[in-house]
T-cell receptor, first 112, second 112 residues
Framework: QKEVEQNSGPLSVPEGAIASLNCTYS??????FFWYRQYSGKSPELIMF????GDKEDGRFTAQLNKASQYVSLLIRDSQPSDSATYLC????????????FGKGTHLIIQP | DTGVSQNPRHKITKRGQNVTFRCDPI?????LYWYRQTLGQGPEFLTY????????KSRLLSDRFSAERPKGSFSTLEIQRTEQGDSAMYLC??????????FGPGTRLTVL
């Protein structure tokens, strides 16, 4: 059974601080990992993906992958109130052939 | 708008009725996915098409569910004899062969 685990939160972070979101996965065959942002009542929006060990940066977002520990994280620098949303971590292990396995998401609240 | 579109956006039906949803993927995206999302959960994979071929189906896709992508463009998802447990957001996503998937706005189904 492939599983992706996330702390459901809520995670409360002051505006301007760094928000750190974490995710673990059970299937060592997972190849790519994705972070989606989902506002209440809306569909998931792709933020970024990572498939190599280490860090990947895109603007205020940094994804980190540690395959040995089966751990993925997302850092959001200079957090803004508009970053308040649920962040979904997802894993893929067949190049998209059987869909993504999602965690339940972490609810992030940025306090002004 | 060149994103994934889904229709209808909302559907209310009575238990036992049949419903059909439509998804139009991003132009030229050859892969199309259906997911279901309930409150507090991440999206759960239902089925996957590459062009017109349905290549993968989740165990979640009972016999009451059927999906088609007749010409490799738009797709339909039909639920027969709806049950209250079918109430959920039905999400469609598309990709251009890689693992990154882009979601449509979803169809929210309420079964009374």
């Amino acid at each position: 059974q492939k599983e992706v685990e996330q702390n459901s939160g809520p995670l409360s972070v002051p505006e301007g601080a760094i928000a750190s979101l974490n995710c673990t996965y059970s299937d060592r065959g997972s190849q790519s990992f994705f972070w989606y942002r989902q506002y209440s009542g809306k569909s998931p929006e792709l933020i970024m993906f990572i498939y190599s060990n280490g860090d990947k940066e895109d603007g205020r977002f940094t994804a980190q992958l540690n395959k040995a520990s089966q751990y993925v994280s997302l850092l959001i620098r200079d957090s803004q109130p508009s970053d308040s949303a649920t962040y979904l971590c997802a894993a893929d292990n067949r190049g998209g052939a059987d869909g993504l396995t999602f965690g339940k998401g972490t609810h992030l609240i940025i306090q002004p | 708008d060149t994103g994934v579109s889904q229709n209808p956006r909302h559907k209310i039906t009575k238990r036992g009725q049949n419903v059909t949803f439509r998804c139009d993927p991003i132009s030229e995206h050859n892969r199309l996915y259906w997911y279901r999302q309930t409150l507090g959960q991440g999206p759960e994979f239902l089925t996957y098409f590459q062009n017109e071929a349905q290549l993968e189906k989740s165990r979640l896709l009972s016999d009451r569910f059927s999906a088609e992508r007749p010409k490799g463009s738009f797709s339909t998802l039909e639920i027969q004899r709806t049950e209250q447990g079918d109430s959920a957001m039905y999400l469609c996503a598309s990709s251009l062969g890689g693992p990154e998937q882009f979601f449509g706005p979803g169809t929210r189904l309420t079964v009374l």
